[in-house]
């Protein structure tokens, strides 16, 4: 049976009878969910040598020292520390010498009994990918999505079991394992926006391949880079800031226009004199690209590179719509947002070809798209390139016509009836300008 169909089960049973592989397992705030996998399927003997849950927060910081947050990545990789030196010094010498050796750890927030905190949490894991190598590391920062507690404790288990199983007997190696951690978890359960790789087993990639890879598999809907090109929680960066998205197809060409940014922040600035300044950053979007695609998941890798280069924060997405970056963004902030996009983008924001899986269709789309505080920045494009881009969406061109200058601004653009109106509309309502 291949990996990718393995069930929970089958993966936690596994790992239980793999004599090579062995461990100790911390989990702080949802229960013990990943080490009551391995006791629940049988023989865990064979793989567990330890399991700690450190709740209150005098014994934690007595088993792991003094932490300024305890759901961070500071404190998982604090765990991470003790729990795998210790087991080393234990058993490092007593085992067989084909053994590898192990240290998952969480700590998280879930859902607490009023329902009124939010739910996520910093997940890690220390191995051994080769019998005596030194340690690689995997964390990653998880957003539990679930209304109950127990429903995220269950999610959280399987993630964990997941991780175990992908790094020791998926794929092709711990890379290419790592594919699989989001078996048998639905996109409504758990997302994870940041995943950092490091250590021997993992020398390969780096954070941009790993970030497509995270979308490509389903584990992401946004994962967002700094300007040194690491991933940073969305909910710990946006937190209650104001924000200046440009958005771009990945499969387009970012055309280098640092004047369009300029002059959007200076809209903005105009428009909210009293707000702190804005974070700018750049938006890939994609929706068709698959795991079984390593070589476009590369080649986007390599665009996410390149834009970082040039001293940029990244976004890269798997939410096609605007409306639907709209919802997940006012997870984060209610302050001012602004879409930058150019003339094709917006055109075909109006198509209604694109809201067929809506029951408002684009009436919802635009009513949630330009929700709190939400408006558009359009810059000119080239004719050739906003041509491109239409012809690209394989939607029936005939809902727009525009004029035949070589560059096309927003006042270009013609849309037959009725969407005519509602362009007029979302103008008038001071919801959409034009910036060059």
Request: charged residues 25%; contains cysteine; glycine residues 8%.
């Amino acid at each position: 049976m291949s990996a990718a169909k393995l069930s929970t089960h089958q993966k936690a049973l596994a790992i239980n009878l793999d004599n090579h592989i062995y461990g100790a397992i911390a989990e702080i705030g949802a229960g013990q969910e990943v080490a009551r996998w391995f006791f629940r399927v049988g023989g865990a003997a064979g793989s567990v040598a330890k399991t700690i849950s450190a709740y209150d927060m005098k014994v934690s910081d007595e088993v792991y020292g003094k932490a300024g947050r305890y759901v961070s990545r500071e404190r998982v990789e604090a765990m991470l520390d003790k729990e795998y030196s210790l087991l080393i010094s234990r058993l490092g010498n007593d085992r067989p010498a084909d053994t590898r050796f192990f240290a998952f750890a969480n700590t998280v927030s879930a859902r607490n009994f009023d329902g009124t905190n939010e739910c996520h949490g910093w997940v890690g894991l220390r191995f051994q990918h080769e019998p005596g190598a030194e340690p690689s590391t995997a964390i990653m920062h998880v957003n539990m999505l679930d209304p109950t507690n127990l429903q995220q404790q269950e999610a959280l288990g399987v993630l964990g079991v997941n991780l175990i199983h992908s790094v020791f007997l998926a794929g092709d190696g711990a890379v290419d394992g790592l594919k699989f951690v989001s078996d048998n978890i639905d996109e409504h359960h758990i997302e994870v926006d940041v995943a950092a790789l490091f250590g021997p087993a993992f020398e390969s990639v780096d954070a941009a391949h790993t970030g497509m890879s995270m979308l490509a598999s389903g584990l992401a809907k946004v994962v967002l880079f700094d300007k040194e090109g690491q991933m940073r929680p969305p909910s710990e960066v946006l937190r209650q800031r104001p924000l200046i998205i440009r958005r771009v197809a990945m499969s387009q060409p970012l055309v280098a226009n640092e004047r369009v940014m300029e002059m959007a922040s200076k809209k903005f600035l105009s428009e909210n004199g009293a707000h702190e300044k804005p974070l700018c950053t750049v938006d890939f979007s994609f929706s068709t690209v698959h795991a079984d695609k390593p070589k476009k998941i590369e080649e986007y890798a390599q665009k996410v590179r390149e834009t970082l280069a040039q001293g940029e924060w990244v976004m890269v997405s798997s939410l096609r719509h605007n409306y639907a970056f709209t919802d997940y963004l006012r997870r984060y902030s209610n302050q001012p947002l602004r879409f930058v996009v150019g003339t094709s983008a917006f055109a075909m924001l109006l198509n209604e070809g694109y809201y067929r899986d809506l029951s408002g269709g684009i009436l919802e789309a635009t009513g949630r798209l330009f929700t709190n505080d939400v408006k558009l920045y359009v810059h000119p494009m080239k004719s050739e390139n906003f041509y491109r881009h239409i012809e690209s969406s394989e939607i029936d061109p005939n809902w727009i016509s525009v004029g035949g200058n070589a560059l096309i601004s927003l006042g270009d653009l013609e849309f037959r009836p009725p969407t005519n109106l509602l362009y007029e509309y979302v103008r008038e309502a001071g919801w959409v300008f034009e910036v060059r």
